[in-house]
């Protein structure tokens, strides 16, 4: 258990649709990263979040948003879902900025468009 | 720009025998490279890091991978095999860390008795 959880594991929704994926940290890690892994794109970084604020973007569409509570939990937007969204999303926590600690993962939010 | 590729999709290795994968990058700036693991329907796990300290990293489970700028590699080792290494491998380049990492396409090790 990397003591990183995340909500729901699964979830199945139809094309148009918006849905919220949920990743609350490691206790006492600071920041937040959110991946896609797909089977046509592969795995992606999609956004980082550090202490509530932005801090790296990566291949995330603009119909994708997140954000970092002050309880430092993360959550994903996904609207005007379409059948090419379906695939594992991923957050992981690491204690700082990134690079220099360790990073741990979740067990991830599988996502199936109809 | 960066990008990595890893040779192979799939690596097949008897137990106890070496592990090798590799991991070739291409980075415009002194890179940041990473190994991760996934056990099949589990999420990911990192291996190791280089973050431009020693060239010869040790990570966990046995795993090492070694810098090599001249060949742009980062191949993954481990002695001996073991049943419970069998997983999907990603290498993956990045600028300054974990965020903006660009990652391969995977190598599925699987370790045969």
């Known amino acids: 258990d990397s003591g990183v959880t995340q909500t729901p594991k699964h979830l199945i929704t139809a094309t148009g649709q918006r849905v919220t994926l949920r990743c609350s940290p490691r206790?006492?890690?600071?920041?937040v990263y959110w991946y896609q892994q797909s089977l046509d794109q592969g795995l992606q970084f999609l956004i980082q979040?550090?202490?509530?604020?932005?801090?790296a973007k990566g291949n995330i569409l603009e119909r994708f948003s997140a954000q970092q509570f002050p309880d430092l939990h993360s959550e994903l937007n996904l609207s005007s879902l379409e059948l090419g969204d379906s695939a594992l999303y991923f957050c992981?926590?690491?204690?700082?900025?990134?690079?220099?600690?360790?990073?741990?993962f979740g067990p991830g939010t599988r996502l199936l468009v109809l | 720009a960066q990008s990595v590729t890893q040779l192979g999709s799939h690596v097949s290795v008897s137990e106890g025998a070496l592990v090798l994968l590799r991991c070739n990058y291409s980075?415009?700036?002194?890179?940041?490279l990473f190994w991760y693991v996934q056990y099949p329907n589990q999420g990911l796990q990192l291996l190791l890091k280089?973050?431009?300290?020693?060239?010869l990293v040790k990570g966990i489970n046995g795993f090492e991978a070694e810098f090599k700028k001249s060949e742009t590699s980062f191949h993954l080792t481990k002695p001996s095999a073991h049943m419970s290494d069998a997983a999907e491998y990603f290498c993956?380049?990045?600028?300054?860390?974990?965020?903006?990492?660009?990652f391969g396409t995977g190598t599925k090790l699987q370790v045969i008795p």
């Open positions: 993956a380049v990045g600028s300054g860390g974990y965020q903006k990492v660009t």
């Open positions: 992981a926590s690491s204690v700082d900025k990134g690079g220099s600690e360790t990073q741990y």
């Open positions: 206790s006492g890690d600071l920041s």
């Open positions: 980075s415009s700036v002194p890179p940041y």
């Open positions: 280089y973050t431009s300290a020693a060239t």
């Open positions: 979040y550090y202490n509530g604020e932005e801090r």
